[in-house]
């Protein structure tokens, strides 16, 4: 089973924050009266149903997160006495959250992965970086426990937020971490912890390059780990209006759909806004989104129970219903792209 309890609790914000459910439960203390559990998210095969999951939980509507903690362990406890391989996640929205449940079809073929280039550890010149981003995280968890969630802007690429101590953490990135650019771009592409190629594309956030950067992050998104595939997203959506004409838009619509079909919540919420972004930005991109996921689209809108899976779904299926004129496609771009 894959379970994720500790792990990431995803807010919708696309913020990465670690989320155990003991600090989502501390979080739920500044939320309005009757914040709790709305409801499962289901996504899987025949092995189990939504029914089966609804009643192995056995919370009522409203439950605390209190609740939900003892109710998922007991639902995995279940589900491993089964044999059926599972991956849990938290999603909230509106007036709760909800427990997101996929289970692994083991007769679906999987997604490739990429294949890292040279597997080895990577020796960085310093690891202060790591240690600072280490630092900023845990201000923005503290921050958010005390429901006071710092919000992002970007500018010329790079990240900023609505704290100040957080800006101080970042502004001693900005100074680290362009010089170790390469050193960084070579644990993304050969370190087997996936721990440190998560964390180095986090830190790119502060270097001068975002379009070179999202150019070589394309292969990340078809990374074996979700938390890198997730770390590359986050880095290239709110970069999505800076990419030039001829850049591989292709690749990277296609990189996104496989995501999309990825048995996991933040795989699929994260390339639905990422895919949708596109299309906004970049219209021509609707011809390959209607080619490689108009029919997943029009799935996880009839299945998911979620706003944020259902909306970006539904506007994308407008969208493929009626692409744009076919463009002259630019010149395609080298190895080593001239932006």
């Known amino acids: 089973m894959k379970a994720k309890f500790p792990a990431t609790f ?52 409203g439950a605390s997160p209190e609740a939900a903690d003892k109710a998922i362990e007991r639902l995995k406890a279940s589900l491993e006495q089964k044999h059926i391989k599972t991956s ?14 996929d289970v692994i079809d083991p007769t679906l073929v999987g ?24 630092e900023l995280l845990e ?5 958010s426990e005390q429901g006071r ?18 800006n101080q953490f970042a502004a001693q990135l900005h100074k680290q971490v362009p010089s170790m650019l390469f050193e960084f ?44 595939r997730a770390s590359a997203s986050r880095y290239i959506y709110p970069r999505i209006s800076l990419l030039p004409e001829n850049f591989p838009l292709s690749d990277l619509t296609e990189a996104f759909s496989n995501q999309m079909t990825r048995q996991t919540h933040q795989d699929r919420l994260l390339a639905l806004r990422c895919l949708l972004e596109l299309s906004r930005r970049h219209p021509q991109t609707i011809w390959s989104i209607k080619t490689f996921d108009e029919e997943r689209l029009k799935q996880l809108k009839s299945t998911s129970v979620l706003s944020a899976i259902q909306e970006p779904a539904t506007e994308l299926i407008k969208l493929c219903q009626n692409p744009p004129p076919l463009k002259q496609k630019p010149k395609p771009i080298s190895d080593e792209p001239n932006f």
């Open 10 to 61: 995803f807010l919708l914000s696309l913020s990465l924050l670690a989320f155990t459910p003991g600090a989502l439960a501390k979080a739920s203390g500044s939320k309005a009266p009757g914040w709790g559990y709305q409801g499962v998210e289901f996504s899987g095969s025949s092995q189990v149903s939504r029914l089966e999951l609804e009643r192995g939980l056995g919370l009522k509507q």
């Open 88 to 101: 849990l996640d938290l999603a909230e929205e509106g007036n709760g959250y909800f427990i997101v449940v």
């Open 111 to 134: 997604v490739p992965s990429r294949h890292l280039k040279f597997p080895h550890h990577i020796n960085l010149s310093s690891e202060k970086p790591f240690s600072v981003f280490a």
């Open 139 to 143: 201000r923005r968890r503290q921050l």
């Open 149 to 166: 969630p710092v919000t992002e802007k970007y500018d010329n690429g790079l990240k900023y937020f609505s704290d100040e101590p957080c």
């Open 185 to 228: 771009l070579s644990v993304i592409e050969s370190d087997p912890d996936p721990r440190r190629r998560s964390q180095a594309i986090e830190v790119l956030n502060w270097v001068e390059e975002p379009v070179r950067i999202c150019f070589t992050l394309i292969p990340a998104i078809n990374d074996a780990d979700e938390q890198v």
